[in-house]
């Protein structure tokens, strides 16, 4: 049995317990494990991988240092099997509702009744928890998971189909550029005749319309879904004289941002602002003791939201976390390549 399967009840004490499971709260238990600190992780999400997983596995990543390329599925992929040496139990499709101070460590109260001890807590959230913006259509949750998605998973899955995209961002502009290729007939639909989205990517959007591979609905909005049992026939659109259409289509994808939401965290006394946790910027350490936050829901003066900049804060919370819990052991700072993986582990 897999340490992901054998993880729910147990109530073993680790050092540290991170919640989230997205890329950043896997590099930390890296650099937790490189300092020999053990490791939970909870993520309310079924799997590993946060966004990188739920919204673009199939999404190519640019600014990761040594990957000129690498799709977001496969830098989880890549995440998980280096953070596996250090053995860390997952608690996934769980979330963290309450804690309890029990001055040495944290108690973490699970939705579902149960609870995990760690001796302090490393918020990794990301921006919290996350859901899709949807269009306002009547009936749109019947057809959800068989003809709308708000979520690529397996472009392959759209194969030969007719495709509606709605919205005017990158995800929006980013999935006609890989899927046009596939589609028998792929529309992108946007309220205005600019997009939100990289110029170039619009660019090469652009092109492929002129070469009738992408047909243009702008400026238009949805109106409504005709179909019968899940299954789409139709997309009702309205251009911008009001007159509404029928589109012929198989599959709606909108994509229309996400509904964040910090949950039971907003709740925790944490210094927030604007949904986001205020942390030492080079600590990483928030206004309660023995808790941390990295990543997107950490802010600070001139903080970048780069995966990137979340590896780094990692590592500053490994090392702070380890000087509080062992404050009579001086940390002597050694590279990887001097020190390797720790002996237990090779």
Not at 30 to 52: K, N, R, T, W
Not at 250 to 261: K, T
């Given at each position: 049995m897999s340490d992901k399967e054998n993880l729910q009840e147990t109530e073993e004490m680790r050092d540290i317990a991170i919640i989230g499971a997205g890329p950043v709260g896997l590099f930390a238990v890296?650099?937790?494990?490189?300092?020999?600190?053990?490791?939970?992780?909870?993520?309310?999400?079924?799997?590993?991988?946060?966004?990188?997983s739920a919204l673009y596995p199939e999404k190519p990543i640019y600014d990761i240092p040594a990957y000129p390329e690498i799709l977001a599925s496969d830098l989880i992929g890549k995440l998980e099997e280096q953070a596996a040496p250090f053995r860390p139990l997952y608690h996934l499709g769980q979330q963290v509702v309450s804690l309890s101070d029990n001055d040495s460590f944290w108690q973490l109260n699970f939705k579902g009744g149960q609870a995990i001890r760690a001796k302090t807590i490393i918020i990794a959230g990301g921006a919290g928890a996350f859901g899709p913006n949807r269009p306002p259509l009547e009936d749109i949750e019947s057809y959800e998971g068989r003809s709308v998605f708000y979520t690529v998973q397996r472009k392959q899955d759209f194969e030969g189909k007719k495709i509606m995209i709605a919205g005017g961002g990158d995800s929006a502009v980013d999935w006609a550029l890989s899927l046009a290729p596939l589609a028998d007939k792929l529309?992108?639909?946007?309220?205005?005749?600019?997009?939100?989205?990289?110029?170039?990517?619009?660019?090469?959007?652009?092109?492929?319309?002129?070469?009738?591979?992408?047909?243009m609905l702008v400026p238009a909005q949805l109106k409504g879904l005709k179909g019968e049992?899940?299954?789409?026939?139709?997309?009702?659109?309205?251009?911008?004289?009001?007159?509404?259409?029928?589109?012929?289509?198989?599959?709606?994808?909108?994509?229309?941002?996400?509904?964040?939401?910090?949950?039971?965290?907003?709740?925790?006394?944490?210094?927030?602002?604007?949904?986001?946790?205020?942390?030492?910027?080079?600590t990483c350490q928030t206004n309660i003791d023995r808790i941390y936050a990295i990543g997107d829901i950490a802010a600070y003066e001139n903080k970048k939201k780069l995966i990137l900049t979340g590896f780094s804060e990692g590592s500053f919370a490994a090392h702070d976390i380890y000087q509080l819990l062992h404050p009579d052991t001086p940390l002597h700072f050694e590279y990887s390549t001097t020190k390797g993986l720790p002996d237990k582990l090779k």
């Open positions: 890296f650099e937790c494990g490189m300092l020999g600190l053990s490791c939970h992780v909870i993520d309310a999400l079924p799997h590993i991988g946060g966004q990188c529309y992108v639909l946007h309220r205005r005749d600019k997009f939100r989205a990289v110029p170039e990517s619009v660019k090469k959007m652009h092109a492929l319309a002129d070469q009738g591979q992408i047909e049992n899940g299954v789409l026939s139709h997309v009702q659109i309205s251009g911008k004289d009001g007159n509404v259409q029928d589109i012929e289509a198989d599959v709606l994808l909108p994509f229309y941002g996400l509904s964040m939401d910090l949950g039971p965290i907003a709740q925790w006394g944490l210094n927030l602002d604007q949904n986001h946790i205020n942390v030492h910027p080079t």
